[in-house]
C-alpha cells in the first residue's frame, strides 16, 4: 500500500563510530560471511512498526516527542550469530537502563497505537552482516566499542532496485 511506510524507531551509531565497525568487520568476518549492512544504516532498534499509516506516524511521533528519557551510554562488547535470521550481530553484555526503558516505553506506545509486535524479546544489537546462514567464527571478546546516545529517531525503510535504504524521519534528543 502506498499510504504506508515501513517504519521503525532506532538510535543512530555516531558516523566515526559507523566507520570504525565497517573497519573492523572486514578484518574480522571473510566476504563470505554474510551481506555487510552498510556503514549509514548500522544503528540500534528500539522499536519496529511495521507498515504504518501517515496518521498513525504523527501520532507516534507526538507521543515520541514528550519522551524525557536521560541520555546513556553503551560498551558494544558482545557478539552472536542468529543463524535462523541469517544476522551476526553486535550487543552489550550489560543493557544500559535508560535504553531498555525507552525501548519499552516506545514499544508500549506502538502496541497501544495497534501497531506490529515483535514476538521475540527485546535484545538490542547492531546488525553487522544478513545472509549469514553457515556457520560463522565469531571474534573473541575482548573488544570494546564505547558509545553515547545523545538522541533517538524515527526511520523508514524501503527496498528500492536492490537496496534498503533508511530515511530519518524525526529525531528527539535524550536528556543530557
Ligand atoms: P534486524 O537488524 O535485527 O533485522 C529495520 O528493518 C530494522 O527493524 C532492523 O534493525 C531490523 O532488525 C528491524 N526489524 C525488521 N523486521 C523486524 C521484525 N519483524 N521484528 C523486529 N524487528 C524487525
Same mark, same amino acid.
Given at each position: 500500500?502506498?499510504?504506508?511506510?515501513?517504519?521503525?524507531?532506532?538510535?543512530?551509531?555516531?558516523?566515526?563510530?559507523?566507520?570504525?565497525?565497517?573497519?573492523?568487520?572486514?578484518?574480522?568476518?571473510?566476504?563470505?560471511?554474510?551481506?555487510?549492512?552498510?556503514?549509514?544504516?548500522?544503528?540500534?532498534? @528500539?522499536?519496529?512498526? /511495521?507498515?504504518?499509516?501517515?496518521?498513525?506516524?504523527?501520532?507516534?511521533?507526538?507521543?515520541?516527542?514528550?519522551?524525557?528519557?536521560?541520555?546513556?551510554?553503551?560498551?558494544?562488547?558482545?557478539?552472536?550469530?542468529?543463524?535462523?535470521?541469517?544476522?551476526?550481530?553486535?550487543?552489550?553484555?550489560?543493557?544500559?537502563?535508560?535504553? @531498555?526503558?525507552?525501548?519499552?516505553?516506545?514499544?508500549?506506545?506502538?502496541?497501544?497505537?495497534?501497531?506490529?509486535?515483535?514476538?521475540?524479546?527485546?535484545?538490542?544489537?547492531?546488525?553487522?552482516?544478513? /545472509?549469514?546462514?553457515?556457520?560463522?567464527?565469531?571474534?573473541?571478546?575482548?573488544?570494546?566499542?564505547?558509545?553515547?546516545?545523545?538522541?533517538?529517531?524515527?526511520?523508514?525503510?524501503?527496498?528500492?532496485?536492490?537496496?534498503?535504504?533508511?530515511?530519518?524521519?524525526?529525531?528527539?534528543? @535524550?536528556?543530557?
Amino acid at each position: 500500500m502506498s499510504d504506508t511506510r515501513r517504519l521503525f524507531f532506532a538510535l543512530p551509531l555516531p558516523p566515526k563510530t559507523q566507520r570504525a565497525l565497517v573497519k573492523w568487520r572486514a578484518e574480522q568476518f571473510p566476504p563470505e560471511a554474510g551481506r555487510p549492512i552498510a556503514a549509514a544504516n548500522l544503528h540500534i532498534t @528500539l522499536a519496529f512498526l /511495521g507498515e504504518v499509516s501517515e496518521q498513525k506516524s504523527l501520532a507516534l511521533q507526538n507521543m515520541a516527542s514528550r519522551i524525557k528519557q536521560p541520555a546513556f551510554s553503551l560498551d558494544l562488547d558482545d557478539a552472536g550469530h542468529w543463524p535462523g535470521a541469517g544476522v551476526v550481530w553486535l550487543g552489550s553484555r550489560r543493557a544500559p537502563r535508560g535504553l @531498555l526503558q525507552l525501548a519499552e516505553l516506545l514499544r508500549s506506545q506502538a502496541a497501544r497505537s495497534g501497531c506490529y509486535q515483535s514476538p521475540f524479546p527485546f535484545h538490542p544489537h547492531v546488525t553487522l552482516l544478513r /545472509g549469514a546462514t553457515k556457520t560463522v567464527a565469531i571474534p573473541p571478546s575482548g573488544f570494546h566499542w564505547p558509545v553515547a546516545f545523545e538522541h533517538f529517531a524515527l526511520y523508514s525503510s524501503e527496498f528500492r532496485r536492490g537496496r534498503t535504504r533508511y530515511d530519518q524521519i524525526a529525531c528527539w534528543p @535524550l536528556i543530557t
